[in-house]
């Protein structure tokens, strides 16, 4: 088995939001203006790209591990952004505010559920067997999550750096996959060899097309 390693680098400019205040929920999130960093890049390089081994590329059968995944509605905003998860895993979708939320969640332009989830409500408890859930509030519209689910484990999302790492990873040649929830996907052929690590680079310029997971669903916001 082996790793597989690389970057993200972005080479346009970044795209930077700010929502205006709104009062109705001061002093949660509303009482100042929300920074919402669509686009995260440092130095040149893409933070929240979900890289992984395309569906159906990988031989075998994976169960989805036992652990929860968690999303976290905190300071209103969906933490993390984007994660990875295996098909059928739990996910808890939470929220640590001290204000109503509601998750709104899409595959493509299908409502999958709409849940209104008070401060301090249980979490809700969801999994999902494919696809790319986008998750909103329709209260704070600027709020987004996502999360890829894939058919195996092998994937990982780049960190503030642009760097990830895919590890363990049967010996074999595999379409590679970056997607980003502003700039959507790149794909590379990569060969992975046991205990030597493969090296790939993705490179977004900033003028690809809001990908199809995100079409007309933003409202301007981006």
């Given at each position: ?5 690389g ?9 930077e939001?700010?929502v ?44 989805a591990?036992?652990?929860h ?27 640590s ?15 999958l ?32 999550g ?31 996959e ?45």
């Amino acid at each position: 088995k082996g790793t597989i390693k690389g970057v993200v680098k972005f080479t346009g400019k970044p795209v930077e939001m700010k929502v205006p205040a709104a009062r109705k929920d001061a002093p949660v999130c509303q009482d100042k203006d929300v920074v919402y960093n669509a686009v995260v890049v440092n130095d040149g390089k893409l933070k929240d790209t979900l890289v992984r081994i395309a569906v159906g590329g990988v031989q075998g059968s994976w169960k989805a591990p036992d652990a929860h995944a968690v999303v976290d509605q905190k300071d209103c905003m969906y933490e993390p952004r984007i994660q990875g998860v295996v098909s059928g895993q739990q996910v808890d979708i939470k929220n640590s505010d001290r204000t109503l939320h509601n998750v709104h969640t899409y595959k493509g332009s299908e409502t999958l559920f709409n849940q209104a989830q008070p401060r301090g409500a249980d979490p809700l408890t969801k999994s999902w067997s494919d696809g790319i859930i986008k998750l909103t509030c329709d209260i704070h519209p600027w709020m987004r999550g996502f999360v890829v689910v894939t058919d195996h484990p092998f994937f990982a999302v780049s960190g503030g750096d642009g760097s990830f790492a895919i590890e363990k990873v049967p010996a074999g040649k595999y379409k590679l996959e970056a997607w980003h929830p502003r700039y959507g996907l790149k794909t590379a052929d990569v060969t992975v060899a046991d205990d030597k690590p493969a090296q790939v680079t993705f490179t977004y310029a900033g003028t690809e097309a809001e990908p199809a997971e995100n079409k007309d669903e933003l409202k301007g916001l981006w």
